[in-house]
């Protein structure tokens, strides 16, 4: 042979085995499987499985499929005590609505009925809790180091009732408290914490249509059903003992109790130098709690990291697996929760599949959780009782609801700039010729209202991202028109049902674009961090110190 030819099949050669040197991010990606996706939506979202209510036959159905579903795509057991399951104890509690809060001022007395001028309850595990205090008004109650922000002044509250604003303080300076965006400081979750931290009696939340985002009507709704907590094994004496809201009318009521001016108050915690006011009214309340202990269950896959120095590094992916079973009184009485959240279950089996072909350096979880619907308390009890360390976590991707019309032009990140994922999702998004953009409603905090939180209250980086609403070979308008359909009809509806006329690519697309965002994270050099305005970055830096 010429020397010339020689080279050519050398050249060749080599050619032909670069060629064929695996590229397992497109192995992975050719595991992804339309078919399959809709299949185990199918089954999940079946009537059989009852609408995968907490504690219920519905549950153990959905648990023993999930964790037969992960052993056959390659994930092994999540749990280090060697199952697919972590055990989440829940407390289902129904209050006393006959009570009345007793308000005793000087100038007389106020009694209030449950549901039309207050609601209250207690999430202690305990057949009774009698409040008793002098009320405070604490302005917005909160405490925000990282603002200069302290609304309490120093102030000893053991023992009393705070009352306070809702939403985080609408001051004009847009670099306080996130602008026009809701922060953590502005949700009731985040009041009834503070006011457990700094030993209050009672935590009474100032009721206004337009800061909270939904009318009193969906404060008192369903107040006298069975509502669900954590066990968490101390009987909850850590949370405060009474926690509750009062229509806006009471509460200036109270103020007139006290000869003071509720209007002129609010004025007051607008301003940084706000001091809490003793309203010198006496606050009481009897409240008597029904108890039912119930076992629900996370359930957790992993996918093994290939890098041995790595391996003992997380990446996890979260979606909730629990809707909300079966109840109202129509002709349909299963709530299937289909899109809500059999889309977002499915996802995590399928990315559980890709993972497995793929293996990144570090190692992958997969975690459905239960009880999303009743107030992230799978995901809440997962953060606090974390089977992987969270300084050794590196983020959390959460999906909950899929796009089930078509493929979009654009992708949404919910409390999009709070982190360095932002990053990695522009990146995967830019593969599939699509344009990241923010939450639409920032005002409403979505960013609170899912399973990544309870992770990014432990510090965890974690995004939410969402097909946007710019879709591929539709009119203009056609995303919000859908999406304002779903909302009306059947979101928490039993009419949330598969349909046959979804068309899930958009949903595949989506599922490629967290499988990349998720390896990118799992192989890169530098962990994730919060932006330095994040209110998640002081815990996340104390976590990572160690402590
Ligand atoms: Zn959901």
């Given at each position: 042979m010429e020397v010339g030819r020689v080279w050519l099949l050398v050249l060749m050669l080599i050619l032909a085995t670069a060629a064929k040197k695996p590229d397992p991010v497109r192995e992975a990606v050719a595991t992804f499987d339309q078919k399959a996706f809709l299949e185990n939506i199918r089954t999940l979202a079946s009537d059989e499985f009852e609408g995968r209510s907490p504690g219920t036959r519905g549950e153990e159905l959905t648990i023993k499929f999930l964790a037969k579903k992960f052993a056959e795509v390659g994930a092994s057991a999540g749990n280090p005590d060697g199952t697919y399951f972590q055990k989440v104890p829940l407390v289902g509690y129904t209050i006393d609505t006959g009570a009345s809060l007793k308000l005793i001022g000087s100038r007389g007395e106020l009694s209030l009925k449950f549901a039309d001028d207050y609601v209250a309850w207690t999430r202690r595990l305990v057949e009774e809790v009698q409040m008793q205090g002098e009320v405070v008004f604490v302005g917005y109650g909160v405490q925000a180091p990282e603002y200069g922000w302290d609304d309490y002044k120093g102030l000893d509250v053991k023992g009393k009732v705070l009352l306070m604003l809702i939403n985080d303080p609408q001051v004009p300076d847009e670099r306080l408290f996130g602008g026009k965006a809701m922060t953590y400081y502005g949700r009731w979750t985040y009041k009834y914490e503070i006011a457990a931290k700094l030993g209050a009696a009672g935590a009474i939340i100032i009721h206004e249509t337009g800061p909270a985002g939904y009318g009193w009507n969906v404060v008192r709704n369903g107040r006298e059903r069975e509502q669900f907590t954590i066990d968490s094994g101390n009987k909850n004496l850590g949370l405060c003992p009474v926690e509750g809201w009062i229509t806006y009318e009471k509460a200036e009521a109270l103020f007139k109790l006290a000869g003071k001016d509720l209007a002129e108050a609010k004025r007051a915690a607008l301003e940084r130098n706000f001091r809490p006011l003793a309203l010198e009214v006496k606050a009481e309340l009897l409240l008597k709690n029904k108890l039912r202990y119930v076992d629900s269950h996370n359930v957790i896959a992993k996918v093994e990291g290939s890098d041995p120095k790595l391996r003992n590094e997380y990446v996890i992916y979260v979606a909730h697996w629990d809707h909300f079973g079966i109840g109202g009184s129509g002709a349909d009485r299963i709530y299937n929760g289909a899109v809500d959240n059999a889309t977002g279950t499915a996802a995590l089996l399928e990315l559980a599949k890709a993972f497995s072909k793929a293996r990144p350096k570090r190692s992958v979880l997969f975690l459905a959780v239960t009880a999303e619907e009743r107030g992230l308390l799978g995901s809440a009890y997962y953060a606090e009782h974390p089977l992987y360390p969270h300084n050794k976590t590196l983020a959390v991707i959460n999906i909950d609801s899929m796009n089930v019309y078509g493929r979009t032009k654009d992708v949404v990140v919910i409390?999009?700039?709070?982190?360095?994922l932002d990053d990695y999702v522009r990146a995967a998004a830019r593969l599939q010729d699509r344009v990241v953009k923010p939450d639409p409603e920032p005002e409403k905090g979505y960013y609170y209202r899912s399973d990544h939180f309870s992770f990014a209250k432990h510090g965890v980086p974690a995004v939410y991202a969402e097909s946007g609403i710019d879709y591929v070979d539709k009119p203009k308008g056609y995303g919000m028109q859908v999406r304002e359909r779903y909302v009306s009809q059947d979101y928490h509806q039993p009419s949330d049902e598969v349909r046959e006329d979804w068309d899930l690519s958009g949903a595949m697309q989506d599922i490629e674009l967290l499988f990349r965002v998720g390896y990118e994270v799992a192989n890169a050099k530098r962990m994730p961090t919060w932006r330095p305005k994040s209110e998640f970055r002081a815990i996340r830096e104390a976590s990572l110190r160690g402590k």
């Open positions: 409390g999009l700039g709070a982190s360095s």
